[in-house]
């Protein structure tokens, strides 16, 4: 079971940036789809970005072109750059990883954007 650690939440203005990372346990890191999920109160949980072991990255419409999801293999984390933020950005964020039926998730981390 990989264990993941999400780190790089807080409070930031609107049209700010956050970097969000999530370290990843495990020597087989590189092989695993990474994703990052968020809910916001009262919502259900919602696909932010994915990333596969090659690269390939998917984006939630409301996210694209503010957000870039990406890998360090060698460090097993993953990041999520979010820049231009909304005041509905506001959510946990959960680190994921997925491999057929192997399925990990962090503890979260708040994002909040308000002014």
């Known amino acids: 079971q990989v264990q993941l650690v999400e780190s790089g939440g807080g409070l930031v203005q609107p049209g700010g940036s956050l970097r969000l990372s999530c370290a990843a346990s495990?020597?087989?890191?590189?092989?695993?789809?990474m994703g990052w999920y968020r809910q916001a109160p009262g919502k259900q949980r919602e696909l932010v970005a994915t990333?596969?072991?090659?690269?390939?990255?998917n984006y939630a419409d409301s996210v694209k072109g503010r957000f870039t999801i990406s890998r360090d293999n060698a460090k097993n984390t993953v990041y999520l750059e979010m820049n231009s933020l909304k005041p509905e950005d506001t959510a946990v964020y959960y680190c994921?990883?997925?491999?057929?039926?192997?399925?990990?998730w962090g503890q979260g981390t708040q994002v909040t954007v308000s002014s």
């Open positions: 495990g020597s087989i890191f590189s092989i695993y789809t």
């Open positions: 990333i596969t072991g090659g690269g390939s990255t």
């Open positions: 994921n990883s997925n491999l057929g039926s192997l399925n990990s």
